[in-house]
């Protein structure tokens, strides 16, 4: 797997926008996108993921960039219950079945929501 | 709930006990993974099982830890004569392949060595 670069920590305002870039420069072209995030003494949480189009679903967007070097979460309105490590992977999707098809983690983004 | 159920949740031991964690999958998932995450790191692979067959093993996964899925269901891991620096949260996960490639985590077996 391509390793990422996350910033480790980040503040946000409560009810604002929560934007929290990954890069991953020597990503593969069969290589999605994944975030987790993991609130303290619970296990991760898939978030959302995508190879080259932006996605959004109900917890978050995804925009990544046209080269794939880069991409960038957005939780559009952060509440209090955001407060996570938030994990950048990139990895091939286990559509084959091939390979440990597990997640590599790095350290994450500590993101700490301000009331 | 039909998550990913780990038992126990906490365990705290003496330095060479031996100890055993559960894991129970969700129910239509083909793969299982162990994972472990020590303070302030991210979660690290330890090994996965497709079924019942373990198709591999990280390097972190000494001689001392053992693990198995009988019948391609539960899985349990066990760690033998335990050390301090065993001490971790063990995290399990599942996952159906092919598909998303989406791990669902359950919520860990935290393991205290004395």
């Known amino acids: 797997d391509a390793k990422t670069t996350q910033p480790p920590s980040m503040d946000c305002a409560e009810g604002r926008a929560a934007n929290l870039p990954c890069n991953h420069s020597?990503?593969?072209?069969?290589?999605?996108v994944y975030w987790y995030r993991q609130i303290h003494s619970q296990g991760p949480q898939y978030i959302i993921h995508g190879l080259k189009n932006n996605e959004t679903n109900e917890m978050a967007s995804l925009i990544i960039t046209e080269d794939r070097k880069s991409s960038t979460l957005i939780l559009p309105h952060a509440t209090l219950r955001d407060t996570a490590v938030y994990y950048c992977?990139?990895?091939?999707?286990?559509?084959?079945?091939?390979?440990?098809?597990?997640?590599?983690f790095g350290k994450g983004t500590h993101l700490i929501i301000q009331p | 709930d039909t998550g990913v159920s780990q038992d126990p949740r906490h365990k705290i031991t003496k330095r060479g006990q031996n100890v055993t964690f559960r894991c129970d999958p969700i129910s239509e998932h083909n793969r299982l993974y162990w994972y472990r995450q020590t303070l302030g790191q991210g979660p690290e692979f330890l090994t996965y099982f497709q079924n019942e067959a373990q198709l591999e093993k990280s390097r972190l996964l000494s001689d001392r830890f053992s693990a198995e899925r009988p019948k391609g269901s539960f899985s349990t891991l066990e760690i033998q004569r335990t050390e301090q620096g065993d001490s971790a949260m063990y995290l399990c996960?599942?996952?159906?392949?092919?598909?998303?490639?989406?791990?669902?985590f359950g919520e860990g077996s935290r393991l205290t060595v004395l």
């Open positions: 992977i990139v990895r091939v999707a286990g559509y084959s079945g091939g390979g440990a098809d597990g997640l590599t």
């Open positions: 020597t990503i593969s072209g069969n290589e999605y």
């Open positions: 996960a599942s996952s159906l392949v092919p598909g998303t490639g989406e791990l669902f």
